[in-house]
């Protein structure tokens, strides 16, 4: 029996059948598999297995969305994918990536580090702090570290929502990341990497400043000036992405911003404007 590609995911969906069906067309068998089945062992049978299926014998393995959990169970889940490398298994995008991409404080800071243009942001842990950058910037977008989909961001220009929004995440004991709004008016792009070239991209706007699809953003294919494009690129491979969502945000001056880069991207709202096979452009690339 052929060695199965692995993919580990929080439940089944879209992205695993479009996924699984790039898979198949490739000659090759999908397994699905829940990220809380990994059970690493050491010493007398040494290996990670998951549901009786061991990981090690996978042709590849490619890790979708991470469930939520304590921070010991994302440590854990991402421990898994290194020491799976470590074992010569081909992982996608690799534990590394995840790390860097998953923590917005971090990307934001690889991102400067490698030359490319980003928003004014302060990460701090005190109230007391946040408070300062905040009257500072005047207008800023206050966003959970670890999150996606436009989920618990709020925009904050007052100085008593200010006062409420920082005060309650320090009473989650949470870090803040506090970042210079940029007006976009209602328009930023996302652009999908894969390897060294930008795969497709769409505009998406909104009639709030968030333009999330999965806020009901709508989307439709545009093509990036080349210089942009590069942007992207180069922003995919500083994180170590093989496959990433870049996001970019126009400056209203004919420049652009490198807003995040996400290292386990959805792509429906692409595929849904540009018509592309995006999870064969995904497996094609984990296959090569």
Known sequence: MPSPIIILASDSGWHTDQLCRAVRARGHEPLLLPWEGNVSRLGVGSGISNTGHAMAEARAVLPRII?????????????????????????????????????KAWTSAILE?????????????????AFVAFRRMGDVVVKPLFGSMGLGMTRVSDDDVAWRVFRAV?????????????????RDLRAFVIGDQVLGAIERTADDWRTNFSRGGKVAPCTLPAEWAV?????????????????LLPDGHGGVYVLEVNGIPGWEGLQQATGLDVAGAIVGQLLA
Do not use: K, W
Request: aromatic share 6%.
């Open 170 to 186: 320090e009473a989650m004991r949470g870090v803040f990341y506090v970042q210079r709004f940029v007006d976009h008016g209602g």
């Open 67 to 103: 469930p939520s959990g304590s921070l010991e169970q994302l440590i854990y889940r991402v421990d898994t994918l290194h020491r799976l490398e470590a074992a010569g298994v081909r992982v996608m995008n690799s534990g590394r990536a995840i790390e860097r991409t998953v923590d």
């Open 231 to 247: 942007l992207a690129v180069r922003a995919a491979r500083a994180v170590g992405a093989e496959y990433a969502g870049v996001d």
């Open 113 to 129: 580090q490698a030359g490319l243009p980003t928003p004014e942001t302060v990460a701090c842990e005190r109230a007391d702090d």
